[in-house]
């Protein structure tokens, strides 16, 4: 069990700022029902508990009328961007280097989860947890 607080970078929240606004929704109310500004996911280096994501999201499903935004918002990332996956993608030279490297910078960028690869023999279990 971890004894740290399981915090994730607020400008996680940055896509649904541009999923509002091609909605025609302004955001500023569903970030105010969870204590945040919208201008604060402009800032790459504060953290929140994870449980202010939940629940931010659910609030915006709600604020939109779409109980499966946080999905469509998903689809729409490029995750080749990230810096995490961008960072593996440059210095891996095989499967393992990659998964190695996204497992250890992940996990400074979240605290929530924990990633893991584990290999036996033949076989190799990549996964994660809360």
């Not at 990230?82 to 996990?107: C, H, K, M, Q």
Request: proline share 5%; glycine share 8%; charged share 20%.
């Amino acid at each position: 069990m971890t004894h740290r607080l399981p915090l994730v970078k607020l400008s996680v929240l940055r896509p649904f700022v541009s999923e509002f606004r091609n909605r025609g929704i302004d955001p500023e109310p569903v970030f105010e029902s969870v204590g945040l500004t919208e201008d604060a996911t402009l800032d790459p280096d504060l953290s929140v508990h994870v449980m202010v994501i939940t629940q931010f999201v659910e609030n915006a499903a709600g604020a939109a009328d779409d109980r499966f935004l946080g999905a469509r918002v998903g689809s729409k990332l490029d995750l080749g961007g990230w810096p995490v996956l961008a960072d593996a993608e440059a210095r891996a030279a095989t499967v393992g280097d990659y998964l190695s490297i996204f497992i250890a910078r992940a996990n400074e960028i979240a605290s929530s989860a924990n990633e893991y690869l584990n290999i036996t023999g033949q076989m190799a279990v990549f996964g994660g947890f809360c």
